[in-house]
């Protein structure tokens, strides 16, 4: 008998062309899960009004119908990827934050998956798409909801004015939501938020273009070729809290040791100017130029990565970097932990350490990466590791199921367990649905309903 292929919807916070990591990592997974033939699979992203799409797409890109924005995202990925099997794309109302840099759902998202493929569903960034969710219960509607945990929203948090408070607030609300609205939960590493029933796994891989280029340079190291022609660098979201704290710290404290040293920093954000101003202090030959794509050819000769941030939960850069073959100095951290099994990855415990690992990487040669490393870092490696650990594999065929468990007339602990969830699950639900209480809580106001204009765009009844 045929199995049933289950639908897989995958919503997350973000979408191209803002280049942040939930955008580019779900519509990854999207491509890869497809590719793999066991399930549909629909990527859910948000649409963004044009006010909101001026405040958050670079290049001043706008859309004005979600089919052009679409057309756009499946272009960007064919040009890093080749012909992939399709996958459909579906767009939910949402407005951007300033305030939290971070765009938010407005209204019921769930909504966007028809009962009939409500199979399984993987939040990207759960406690972000459940702060305010009002509407049908997760668990409810879908028959397994795994969450993916992508952001260390506890050390941000904890960097902002009386933050180590707003932070023990946070934690508590993350581990409430997550409890209610997933079954299980993905944390990408020991960096995150603990959670109720979540394991540790890194389900994330790197655009295969940087697999490609790191072949390139195997083929030139093993041939005793010069592979790389420059010394280090830095690329990042140029925002402090990005590792640039970290980093000019470092350089501007061990100057002395590190004479010699010629770095290039890449990126663009709201700090630009002052990390700008704070390495021309330096007398290190330290030189800040605008964001580019780390797949770009100016990157391709350069040997060494130094990256200390400690605020990512898994650096993607740091992946591309051991990707293309590159020598990657970073700190021991949780963040990192995927990282140790690289040979190419030097990992400091103090600053001492960083200046010596950092000299020693200057006069050496990468080692080449092996064959099963590579595919360690590959989208086909995380996306076998995301099945194993979310439990989705494709079901038995009707009929060679495993018997049900008998039912006694009882309460069993599992079944008081859930009474308990649900009424939780209500008593969030009630609280979101106050428009009061969403905006103490740092909702956007007037966010329970998609307003007139994006229902028009998105071409949906409007809810009153």
Not at 84 to 97: E, H, M, R, T, V
Not at 349 to 361: D, P, Y
Request: hydrophobic share 35%; with cysteine; net charge neutral.
């Amino acid at each position: 008998m045929a199995r049933k292929q289950q639908h897989v919807a995958i919503f997350t916070t973000a979408s191209l062309p803002w280049m942040t990591g939930t955008a580019v990592n779900p519509l990854f997974r999207a491509a890869y899960l497809a590719k793999a033939g066991d399930w549909e699979v629909t990527l859910v992203v948000p649409w963004l009004s044009k006010g909101d799409q001026e405040l958050v797409y670079p290049n001043k890109i706008k859309f004005s119908l979600p089919a052009e924005q679409e057309s756009y995202v499946r272009r960007w990925l064919e040009e890093r990827t080749g012909p992939l099997p399709k996958f459909d794309i579906k767009f939910y109302p949402g407005k951007f934050s300033t305030e939290k840099r971070s765009i938010l759902p407005v209204g019921d998202i769930s909504q966007t998956i028809s009962d009939d493929k409500a199979d399984i569903a993987v939040l990207e960034e759960p406690e972000h798409l459940t702060w305010y969710h009002h509407g049908r219960r997760w668990k409810s509607k879908f028959q397994k909801v795994i969450g993916v945990v992508h952001t260390n929203y506890l050390e941000y948090v904890k960097r902002e004015k009386n933050g180590y408070i707003s932070a023990f607030i946070l934690k508590h609300i993350n581990s409430w939501v997550t409890d209610i609205y997933c079954h299980k939960v993905i944390r990408l590493s020991a960096a995150t938020q603990d959670v109720p029933r979540s394991v540790i796994c890194n389900v994330h891989g790197v655009n295969p273009k940087f697999i490609e280029i790191g072949k390139l340079k195997h083929q030139q190291l093993c041939q005793r070729e010069q592979a790389f022609f420059k010394g280090a660098y830095y690329i990042g979201k140029m925002v402090w809290s990005k590792g640039y704290t970290e980093l000019l710290h470092l350089l501007h404290k061990h100057q002395m040791e590190l004479s010699g040293l010629k770095m290039e920093l890449y990126g663009s954000g709201e700090d630009a100017d002052e990390v700008k101003a704070s390495a021309e202090r330096l007398s290190l030959d330290i030189r800040v130029y605008p964001g580019r794509d780390h797949g770009d050819s100016i990157f391709h000769d350069y040997k060494v990565f130094i990256n200390p941030s400690t605020t990512d939960v898994v650096c993607t850069t740091t992946a591309e970097a051991l990707a293309m073959g590159k020598i990657v100095i970073c700190a021991n951290h949780p963040s990192n932990e995927f990282f140790k099994r690289f040979p190419n990855c030097h990992m400091y415990s103090t600053e001492k350490e960083f200046v010596r690992l950092t000299m020693k990487a200057l006069g050496e040669e990468p080692i080449p990466l092996s064959d099963d490393l590579r595919h360690e870092l590959s989208w086909e490696a995380a996306t076998e590791r995301f099945v194993r650990v979310a439990d989705i594999a494709p079901t038995m065929p009707v009929g060679q199921q495993p018997p049900a468990s008998p039912h006694f007339m009882r309460i069993s602990p599992d079944e008081l367990q859930k009474n308990m969830e649900e009424a939780s699950a209500f008593f969030h639900n009630t609280i979101s649905g106050i428009e009061t209480a969403r905006c103490v809580f740092g909702a956007i106001p007037n966010t329970l309903q998609p307003d007139e204009q994006q229902c028009k765009e998105l071409g949906w009844n409007l809810q009153g």
